[in-house]
């Protein structure tokens, strides 16, 4: 079962700007910095943000990460049809010697 | 171009076992720790286990620890999930991703690269 939890859905449509929170603990989100990754149907997840507000290579500057507390935000401004995806946060959780926990997931729909 | 690339998935009947392949290719295998992350149809990403560069260490999320083993072989550039005990809630899309450190221990980086997957479907 995942520690960080999501909403299961988010939209918009194109241009407008869409974020996707992520809720931990403090033996998570709290202390650990957040990556986001960007799961497109069918294909293996991407990551778009390490670091908490750090883009992957070849991510587009529309994507920022940001974090406040034990929570972490996703956003996507200048919302586009590709961006259409499922997205998933993830920390490193320092509980039972340590591992790596994805959040629910968010469905992003551009409407 | 890194690539990783999965097999050995397929269907097994409850309480039967199987064996997980990741073949890496253009990095220097032998340098990274590496991972299986599963997503069961239509659900999330689960971490399963990690192993070190050296393959000294392992690690297990709780719902797989004393079924599944994790190993590596670096003169064969491979990652292995040798499954057992296999139950349907098992069923899932089975990626190998490289983590960015020798150890599997906190980083910042995340999982920068990863495989397709190979099914492991659970079923009588």
């Known amino acids: 079962q995942s520690v960080l939890t999501q909403p299961p859905s988010a939209s918009g449509t194109p241009g407008q700007r869409v974020t996707i929170s992520c809720s931990g603990t403090?033996?998570?989100?709290?202390?650990?910095?957040v990556n986001w990754y960007q799961q497109l149907p069918g294909t293996a997840p991407r990551l778009l943000i390490y670091?908490?507000?750090h883009r992957a290579s070849g991510v587009p500057d529309r994507f920022s990460g940001s974090r406040s507390g034990t929570s972490a935000s996703l956003a996507v401004s200048g919302l586009q049809s590709e961006d259409e995806a499922d997205y998933y946060c993830a920390a490193w959780d320092d509980s039972l010697n340590g591992f790596y926990v994805f959040g629910t997931g968010t469905k992003v729909t551009v409407l | 171009e890194v690539q990783l690339l999965e097999s050995g998935g397929g269907l097994v009947q409850p309480g039967g076992s199987l064996r997980l392949s990741c073949v890496a290719s253009?990095?220097?295998?032998?340098?990274?720790?590496m991972s299986w992350v599963r997503q069961a149809p239509g659900k999330g990403l689960e971490w399963v286990s990690s192993v070190s560069s050296t393959g000294v260490t392992t690690r297990y999320a709780d719902s797989v620890k004393g079924r599944f083993t994790i190993s590596r072989d670096n003169s064969r550039n491979t990652l292995y999930l040798q499954m057992t005990g296999l139950r349907a809630e098992d069923t899932a899309l089975y990626f190998c991703?490289?983590?960015?450190?020798?150890?599997?221990?906190?980083?910042?980086?995340?999982?920068?690269?990863w495989g397709q997957g190979t099914l492991v479907t659970v079923s009588s």
């Open positions: 403090s033996s998570n989100i709290g202390t650990y910095p």
């Open positions: 991703a490289r983590w960015s450190l020798r150890d599997f221990h906190y980083d910042s980086s995340g999982y920068l690269f």
């Open positions: 253009e990095f220097t295998f032998s340098s990274y720790a």
């Open positions: 670091n908490t507000n």
